[in-house]
């Protein structure tokens, strides 16, 4: 696997983190992912479904792997899995990773996810990676992956003294990047809000056919 991130901007994301308490907005999208998980495991079809306790006649769970690239602090997990608890079993296949937060900086085993969340995440990754970090949760992701890429400056500037948005691109040229990415066996859904190409943010799934 190809490097994602310099050890320099690494070190400066961890410092970015410690003094502004970055990464506590993916909770604010963890209704729109469970509906995103439910639509897809409904097409799906998994034989898992139905599966059913037989001393009390309840239905198990399903299992469901999730990797939450670029997690901030954390905020997504706690929402969306009690927003799925009766479906669908995230504790014990939820991933967590974000390369500013110690004990959450190291990539999880290279493997196959259900689902890939990176929310607010891409803006942040340096020109030299952009490509590399969406070929890895391209080869990464099963089901489908949720991106949220904001497309105009952040009010946050770094130690550094650049705009916290390191890459700027408008939300056309993201969409052109993540069909490169994920190829002919996934589709774009826009999700929340209208596609707009020349708009402020991009809010994506990338799910497969």
Known sequence: MS??????????M?????????????????????AIIARCEGLNKRPETGAVNAVGKHFYPMPVSILDYGCGR?????????????????????????????????LPP???????????VMEHVETLYVADVLHYIAR?????????????????TLADGR?????????CIWLKWLLEAFGRDFKPVFEHEPYNPRGSRLVVSMVRR
Do not use: M
């Not at 290279?110 to 607010?120: E, L, M, Q, R």
């Not at 705009?163 to 939300?171: F, G």
């Open 140 to 156: 990464n992701t099963v089901s489908a992956a949720f991106f949220v890429i904001a497309c105009r400056p952040a009010k946050a």
């Open 74 to 106: 954390g905020t997504l997990r706690a929402l969306l899995t009690d927003l799925l608890r009766h479906d669908y079993d995230l504790l014990s296949s939820f991933y967590e990773y974000d390369p500013g937060i110690p004990g959450k900086d190291a």
């Open 14 to 34: 961890t410092q970015q983190h410690a003094a502004h308490k970055w990464g506590g907005s993916g909770r604010s999208w963890a209704s729109i992912i469970a």
């Open 110 to 120: 290279f493997n196959d996810y259900d689902y890939v969340i990176c929310t607010d």
């Open 163 to 171: 705009n916290a948005h390191i890459v700027l691109a408008e939300p």
């Open 3 to 12: 490097k994602l991130i310099t050890d320099e901007y690494k070190q400066l």
